[in-house]
């Protein structure tokens, strides 16, 4: 059998390995909710937005559409993209499928 002595030595060990365990699951903890608030935030949006009606919904294109060219009122770029974006993106499909 064991000694009295490595007992408590395997004792004072596993106490320590414990603590150790006990200290690294606090830290993964809080490194979580770090890493989870942004998550959070997305779930409690989507929950708020299925919770819209959808008539708030279709009112929310115009007003976008309104509050982009009130703080954008420049915003050619942007303009550009949103109109020959799709046109552009579809073509780069076509061409890419023509390649296969």
């Known amino acids: 059998m064991y000694s009295h002595n490595e007992l408590s ?3 004072t060990h596993k106490a320590a390995l ?6 690294r699951r606090v ?23 299925r919770q819209v009606s ?6 929310a294109v115009p ?3 309104v509050a982009k060219r009130m ?3 420049r ?3 942007l303009g550009a993209l949103f109109r020959w974006g799709p046109i552009a993106l579809g ?10």
Request: glycine letters at 2%.
């Open 9 to 11: 030595r395997l004792d």
């Open 18 to 23: 414990l603590l150790r365990i006990t200290v």
């Open 27 to 49: 830290q993964c903890a809080e490194a979580m909710s770090g890493v989870m608030r942004p998550v959070a935030w997305l779930d409690r949006a989507i929950i708020f937005w």
């Open 54 to 59: 959808p008539m708030a919904k279709l009112a």
């Open 63 to 65: 007003l976008a559409l």
């Open 71 to 73: 703080l954008f009122p």
């Open 75 to 77: 915003a050619k770029l």
């Open 91 to 100: 073509a780069a499909r076509s061409l890419s499928r023509a390649r296969r």
